[in-house]
């Protein structure tokens, strides 16, 4: 009976994880604001982010590019930009959507003053929530990115994603 139960339960569990999404494929796009931990001592920006959903496995594939707004005190000309490239693998339900999320970031870091501007790329990882009603959603995400611009650092996400067609 046990056994029984514990594999009713199991596969219950596969199938909402594995459940084909909708058949057709779906863009999406939007903005965001977005907070680096450790750049500059923290640094806030803005970003836009747009993806398409695939037609009938629960992936979505998303891009965003990035400009923040640090601090530089007395430096002139500091700063930093980039873009990023994901896959989130999202659960299955109606409204809310946590996934994972893995893939690339790219940085270009400018110090301030005479410094030379740094270009790196690496990998990122995280997790976040999708909601969506009807056309309209919007996510939150914590993610780390493996990038030596200015180093590696934690990044929050908080923005709308417009459901485009």
């Known amino acids: 009976m046990q056994r029984t139960l514990h594999a009713v339960l199991t596969s219950t569990v596969l199938l909402l994880i594995a459940a084909p999404s909708d058949a057709d494929a779906q863009f ?7 907070h680096a931990g ?18 009938l496995i629960p992936i979505d594939l998303m891009a965003a590019g990035e400009y923040f707004f640090p601090d530089c ?12 490239l994901d896959a989130n693998f999202r659960m299955i339900f109606p409204v809310v959507r946590p996934y ?3 893939g690339l970031a790219h940085r270009r870091y400018s110090p301030g003053g005479d410094a030379l501007t740094i270009n790196s790329s690496g990998l990122s ?10 056309g309209l959603g919007g996510f939150a995400e914590a993610r780390y990115e493996f990038t030596e ?3 590696s650092q934690s990044v929050v996400r908080i923005g709308i994603l417009l459901g485009l067609f």
Do not use: K, N, W, Y
């Open 28 to 34: 999406r796009g939007g903005g965001h604001a977005i």
């Open 38 to 55: 450790q750049l500059f001592g923290g640094s806030g920006g803005v970003g836009l982010r747009g993806g398409i959903q695939l037609p």
């Open 73 to 84: 005190g007395e430096l002139a000309g500091c700063g930093l930009q980039g873009v990023t």
């Open 100 to 102: 994972i999320s893995g």
């Open 125 to 134: 990882v995280g997790a976040g929530i999708d909601v969506r009603l009807g």
């Open 149 to 151: 611009a200015p180093r």
